[in-house]
């Protein structure tokens, strides 16, 4: 018995996300981070007081100092304060090698352009095409 033939489906739409929006993520972080840092305070005062203090109250105080500063870093990067320094080198890359080939471009441009002109003439063509060059640099859909 011969199967049905099959059409192409259309494209499926992204699933939705699982978990909390982004804003929940951010709110529990900051409460985290509010009540770890009030915490160290507390701690420090203990410290600093002069109190008798035994390392195991200095150790919560450095563990919970560390804690606040994951916690800053986190919420830094939910804010997109801060990328992966991959993603940049790979964009950075990427605009580099869109500069060179423009630049490698004006070489075989501008050659029969030129010739035969007076000094004179040569610099508005090459202003010219410059500015092309600059021209198709911003008109990029540069990756975000």
């Known amino acids: 018995m011969m199967k049905p033939r099959q ?5 499926r739409a992204a699933p ?27 701690i420090a005062k203990e410290v600093e007081s002069g ?4 390392t195991i109250e200095e150790a919560k105080l450095r563990k919970l100092t560390l804690e606040g500063d994951k ?3 986190q919420l830094a990067v939910l804010r ?8 940049i080198y790979e964009h950075f890359l990427s605009a580099f090698t869109v500069f060179k080939s423009e630049l490698l471009r004006l ?3 501008l050659p029969p352009l030129l ?10 063509v090459i202003r010219a095409e410059v500015e092309t060059a600059l021209n198709n640099l911003a008109e990029r859909n540069w990756p975000s």
């Not at 059409?7 to 494209?11: C, E, V």
């Open 107 to 109: 070489e075989t441009a």
């Open 80 to 87: 997109r304060e801060y990328f992966p320094a991959a993603k």
């Open 71 to 73: 916690l800053e870093l």
């Open 115 to 124: 010739a035969g002109l007076p000094p004179e003439q040569m610099q508005p």
């Open 7 to 11: 059409t192409a489906r259309p494209p």
């Open 51 to 54: 109190a008798d203090i035994d």
């Open 16 to 42: 939705p996300r699982k978990g909390r929006p982004r804003s929940a993520r951010l709110d529990e972080i900051e409460k985290r981070l509010h009540v770890a840092r009030r915490q160290a305070r507390r």
